[in-house]
């Protein structure tokens, strides 16, 4: 088998690992103190111990919150598969999860309830039954499941947002769980760490009050991730002598220094699991299949090219009379003069020209021009859709470039007069 065939293959396989969060998070899952265990150990001990629970998952988006309590769903739906009923979303089953950004409205969360729940134990289920019905369903359905010892686990996404309005149906969940009969699990997802204090007296003295924070990986985390998903197994259809020393060169690169700079570059801007799993599959896509291995230059384009802002590539194209009118315009914002128009930006184009006398000094006429093409690229714009009737030079403008975008636009463009970054770098 020729090396790009190998190459090719090798490609689909670790872009399929990085497709697959059950693949993704097994290895965090390993240590007791992981949320995975410490999740499975809430919901097992419910199932064991026949006793409700609630707990929250919190974090950032991206931080896998829903893969890991997905994998700890799969993995006790295969440990206990007739004690456990799970009320949320399957999108291979096409199932509806219960999502506030859908469900918040109480009558549509216990509609979706009623119908999941008829669905689970092959009843019929009414589209015509009425809020209270479907809340007296619930309750009930939840004491003849504890009565046949077999756990209802509830999993609600974005669950700051059924902690909003009157609060019935967690309140209606939470208190039928208060008794001895009922025998439920109640996981709430959100990325607001203070979801937990949006929930009303009532609600709140009914919660079990455990929280799982999803913190972004550390750094032993990360060289685990990366070997995991990147390593190839000895045991695939893959040539031994082909995976053996793909999986040396992958070593050489995860340790080499420069390397180690582009990750921690990376994961200081975008520190979620999400975003950095993003990145190796940009990594894997720019694998050169003729050489048939990973290389360093294919990190550091992914990382150029997840990282490429559209506001800097505009800021290379432009001339040097508009550079220094978006100069212009950042000087007036930094000294908070945010209310600016064309005139007042040629005020202090013709004060930095009389400090800095230059070459770079043009008419009027031409400045507005160069003026007009930024609005046009998009680089600034009006401050409001009013005063169509007046003339641009007097319509008030702001920008929409960062201070950042700038310097760094400025610093990267070819010709930039010396001038402008030493103006700019003030």
């Known amino acids: 088998m020729g090396i790009e065939n190998l190459a090719q293959k090798a490609q689909i396989l670790i872009r399929s690992r990085l497709c697959n969060p059950n693949f993704i998070f097994k290895p965090l899952s390993d240590s007791p103190d992981s949320n995975y265990s410490k999740l499975k150990f809430i919901i097992s001990s419910s199932i064991m111990e026949a006793c409700n629970n609630s707990v929250l998952l919190l974090g950032p988006r991206g931080s896998g919150k829903v893969a890991v ?3 700890v769903l799969s993995d006790l739906l295969e440990e206990y598969p007739d004690t456990i009923t799970v009320i949320r979303n399957d999108l291979f089953e096409m199932q509806i999860r219960l999502n506030g950004l859908l469900h918040s409205e ?6 979706e309830i009623a119908r999941q729940l008829c669905m689970e134990h092959h ?9 209270d019905d479907n809340s007296q369903f619930m309750i009930a359905m939840l004491r003849e499941c504890g009565l046949a010892h077999k756990t209802v686990i509830f999993a609600l996404d974005e669950f700051d947002l059924f902690a909003q309005g009157k609060q019935r149906l967690l309140y209606s969940l939470l208190d039928a769980m208060q008794s001895v009969t009922s025998q439920a699990v109640v996981v709430g997802v959100s990325c607001r760490l203070d979801a937990d204090q949006l929930l009303e007296k009532r609600v709140r003295s009914r919660f079990s009050h455990r929280k799982l924070l999803f913190l972004p990986p550390s750094k032993e985390d990360v060289q685990r991730l990366l070997e995991h998903i990147l390593s190839l197994p000895m045991d695939s259809s893959l040539a031994h002598d082909y995976t053996a020393e793909f999986n040396e060169k992958l070593q050489s690169i995860l340790a080499d220094e420069r390397f180690k700079e582009i990750i921690s570059n990376y994961l200081n801007s975008n520190s979620t699991t999400n975003h950095l799993l993003r990145f190796l599959f940009i990594a894997i896509s720019n694998m050169e299949l003729k050489s048939g291995f990973l290389s360093l230059e294919n990190f550091k384009d992914a990382l150029s090219s997840i990282q490429r802002q559209p506001k800097q590539e505009c800021i290379k194209d432009c001339s040097i009379l508009e550079l220094y009118i978006l100069v212009c315009m950042k000087r007036l914002e930094i000294r908070e003069q945010n209310s600016y128009n064309f005139s007042s930006v040629m005020k202090e184009y013709k004060s930095i020209h009389d400090s800095f006398p230059t070459s770079d000094y043009y008419a009027q006429n031409v400045c ?6 930024l609005l046009q ?3 600034i714009c009006f401050t409001d859709n009013r005063g169509h009737s007046q003339s641009i030079e007097f319509r008030q403008v702001k920008l929409v470039v960062s201070y950042a975008e700038l310097q760094e636009g400025l610093k990267s463009y070819r010709s930039c007069p010396a001038i402008l970054l030493k103006l700019i770098d003030r």
């Not at 009843?123 to 809020?131: E, Q, Y």
């Open 123 to 131: 009843l019929l289920f009414s589209k015509m039954a009425s809020f």
């Open 69 to 71: 309590l997905e994998l």
């Open 377 to 379: 690229r998009g680089l």
């Open 106 to 111: 109480d009558n549509s969360a216990f509609k």
């Open 368 to 373: 507005l021009r160069a003026f007009e093409h």
